[in-house]
Antibody
Framework: QVQLVQSGAEVKKSGASVKVSCRASGYTFTDFYLHWVRQAPGQGLEWMGWFNPNSGASKSAQKFQGRVTMNRDTSISTAFLELNSLISDDTAVYYC??????????????WGQGTLVTVSS | QSALTQPASVSGSPGQSITISCTGTSSDVGGYNYVSWYQQHTGKVPELLIYDVSDRPSGVSNRFSGSKSGNTASLTISGLQAEDEADYYCSSYTSRRTYVFGTGTTVTVL
């Protein structure tokens, strides 16, 4: 069965960076895009970007451009999201989600359990 | 990219039907048939309910249905049940090759 297992909760200081991992199993890692979505406490879902595990290509939402890096290690079927220059507003649960595929505009059919990132000053 | 607009809350009695709207622009909802809906129970991970405006993944109840007219998509829940109490989010692909979520709607079963 398809599973996305994310790394554990993180507490970071303002200005620091955080790296969240998402380990995939139950399917061929390089066959499906992954997305990163975050949810601040008590708030809605916010799409951050998509990532192609096969080519390494990615695209992020405009508000995160220059501050987010998405990459992967195909040998361990794991994708990574790194967010730099953290501010308190980055406090959120970060989810990875698999793209149903193929082609553009596909929905997110499997989600990781979420990783809470807390940014303190 | 601004979030798609949804009503903050919708309520209904058991057995009733309710509809949640999701309004965007011609650059997202109106421009593509790539609207999805997600259900999120409190403290849980979002789950895919509807994709491509009106398709249901296997295992999703046929009480959930989707439609679209112009720049507004809609999710209808028929035969409302207590277990439907949750937050619902729409999502759309956009002309920038990105995605955008709606503001979210809390459904309350009276």
């Amino acid at each position: 069965q398809v599973q996305l297992v994310q790394s554990g909760a993180e507490v970071k200081k303002s200005g620091a960076s955080v790296k969240v991992s998402c380990r995939a199993s139950g399917y061929t890692f390089t066959d499906f895009y992954l997305h990163w979505v975050r949810q601040a406490p008590g708030q809605g879902l916010e799409w951050m970007g998509w990532f192609n595990p096969n080519s390494g290509a990615s695209k992020s939402a405009q508000k995160f451009q220059g501050r987010v890096t998405m990459n992967r290690d195909t040998s361990i079927s794991t994708a990574f999201l790194e967010l730099n220059s953290l501010i308190s507003d980055d406090t959120a649960v970060y989810y990875c989600a698999r793209d149903l595929g193929p082609g553009a505009g596909r929905p997110f059919d499997y989600w990781g359990q979420g990783t809470l990132v807390t940014v303190s000053s | 990219q601004s979030a798609l607009t949804q009503p903050a809350s919708v309520s209904g009695s058991p057995g009733q039907s309710i509809t949640i709207s999701c309004t965007g622009t011609s650059s997202d909802v109106g421009g593509y048939n790539y609207v999805s809906w997600y259900q999120q129970h409190t403290g849980k991970v979002p789950e895919l309910l509807i994709y491509d405006v009106s398709d249901r993944p296997s295992g999703v109840s046929n009480r959930f249905s989707g439609s679209k007219s112009g720049n507004t998509a809609s999710l209808t829940i028929s035969g409302l049940q207590a277990e439907d109490e949750a937050d619902y989010y729409c999502s759309s692909y956009t002309s920038r090759r990105t995605y955008v979520f709606g503001t979210g709607t809390t459904v309350t079963v009276l």
